[in-house]
C-alpha cells in the first residue's frame, strides 16, 4: 500500500465524517485495538471502489464494488456503539438501490439493501440519535426527484419508507442530523425552468411511533444557484443550523431557536474555500 494514501480511523473516537469520495472500506485488528482503514487512490473519475488489496488481517467492506460500478459510502461512527457503519448506491445488476453495513466490533454484517425501487437511487446520507437509532436519506431519481427517509429503532428495526420533499420540485442533496429527539434533513428544490434553488428543512412530524410519520417543511432562502448547494445541517453542542452556498461569493446559514431565524452570509473566494468558509460559520454558531 505504499502508493495508496490512507487514513487511520480508531473505533474509540467518538464521531466522525468522512469524506464522500473515499474508496475501500477495510477493518484491521492489531493487538491493542480495531481500526479502519479507508484507502483513498487519487483520482477516481470512473469508479470509487478498488479490488482488495493484500493482506490477511483485512476484512473488507463490498470487495465486488469494483466490478458492480457502485457509488461514494457516507462513513459514519454510530456514537452510542462507537463502531462505524456505511452507506452507499449498490448496483443490483440494474438498478441503483442503497445499502447499509455496520462494523461489529470484529467483522462488517452482511450488506443490507434498504430499497428495492425500479427507479436509481443515490446520495444517501447516515446520522444516529442518542440511543442508536440510525436514520438514512437520499434521493430517489423518480420524476421528479425526491427525498426519501428510514430509521431503524433499535427493537423494532427499520421503518418503512417515509417521503421528505412533496414531489412538487425536483428535490436533492439531503443531511441529517437528530436534535431534541427529532430527525431534521435538509435538502434544496430545483423548481423547473426558474433558474434558482429553495432551501429547505424538514423536521420529521409526531406519528405515535419511534420514527416520524410524515415530515413538516420549511422554505430557508432563495438562492440564485442551482446544482449542489453543499447545503448540511448540523447540532455541534446541541446548537442546530444549516448553511449551503448562497451564491458564488458568500455562504447563507440559519440558526434554529424554536423557528428559523433571520439569514446570515459568510463570504468565501472560489469553491476551494467553501469548506473553511463553513467551519467560521460553526464557529460563529457555537459562540
Not at 500500500?1 to 474508496?23: E, G, K, P
Not at 458492480?68 to 438498478?95: C, K, Q
Not at 440511543?131 to 429503532?153: C, F, H, K, N
Not at 429553495?198 to 423536521?203: G, I, K, S
Request: glycine share 8%.
Amino acid at each position: 500500500m505504499s502508493r495508496v494514501r490512507f487514513a487511520l480511523l480508531l473505533v474509540v473516537i467518538s464521531a466522525f465524517a468522512l469524506s464522500t469520495h473515499q474508496a475501500e472500506v477495510a477493518s484491521v485488528k492489531t493487538s491493542s485495538t480495531t481500526a479502519v482503514v479507508i484507502l483513498d487512490p487519487a483520482e477516481t473519475a470512473s469508479s470509487v471502489w478498488r479490488p482488495v488489496r493484500d493482506g490477511a488481517d483485512s476484512l473488507v467492506l463490498n470487495a465486488e464494488g469494483e466490478a458492480r460500478l457502485d457509488l461514494s459510502p457516507d462513513i459514519r461512527i454510530n456514537p452510542h456503539t462507537r463502531l462505524p457503519e456505511v452507506v452507499w448506491v449498490y448496483d443490483d445488476g440494474g438498478t441503483y438501490q442503497i445499502a447499509w453495513s455496520r462494523f461489529d466490533g470484529t467483522v462488517w454484517t452482511e450488506p443490507s439493501l434498504l430499497t428495492a425501487s425500479a427507479v436509481d437511487n443515490a446520495t444517501p446520507v447516515l446520522s444516529f440519535a442518542e440511543d442508536g437509532a440510525r436514520a438514512v436519506a437520499w434521493r430517489r431519481d423518480e420524476s421528479p426527484a425526491r427525498i426519501w427517509y428510514r430509521e431503524e429503532d433499535p427493537s423494532l428495526g427499520w421503518s418503512a419508507e417515509i417521503p421528505v420533499s412533496d414531489g412538487m420540485n425536483p428535490a436533492s442533496g439531503p443531511s441529517i442530523v437528530f436534535h431534541g429527539g427529532d430527525a431534521y434533513v435538509s435538502f434544496h428544490e430545483e423548481p423547473i425552468g426558474s433558474g434558482q434553488s429553495r432551501v429547505m428543512v424538514a423536521r420529521g412530524g409526531d406519528g405515535g411511533e419511534p420514527w416520524p410519520a410524515t415530515f413538516d417543511v420549511d422554505l430557508i432562502s432563495l438562492s440564485p444557484m442551482t446544482g449542489d448547494l453543499s447545503q448540511e445541517i448540523l447540532a455541534p453542542r446541541g446548537r442546530l443550523y444549516t448553511v449551503w452556498v448562497q451564491d458564488g461569493q458568500q455562504l447563507g446559514y440559519s440558526r434554529f431557536d424554536g423557528v428559523w431565524q433571520p439569514l446570515e452570509y459568510e463570504p468565501y473566494q472560489g469553491v476551494e474555500e467553501v469548506p473553511r468558509a463553513k467551519i467560521r460559520v460553526k464557529g460563529q454558531v457555537l459562540r
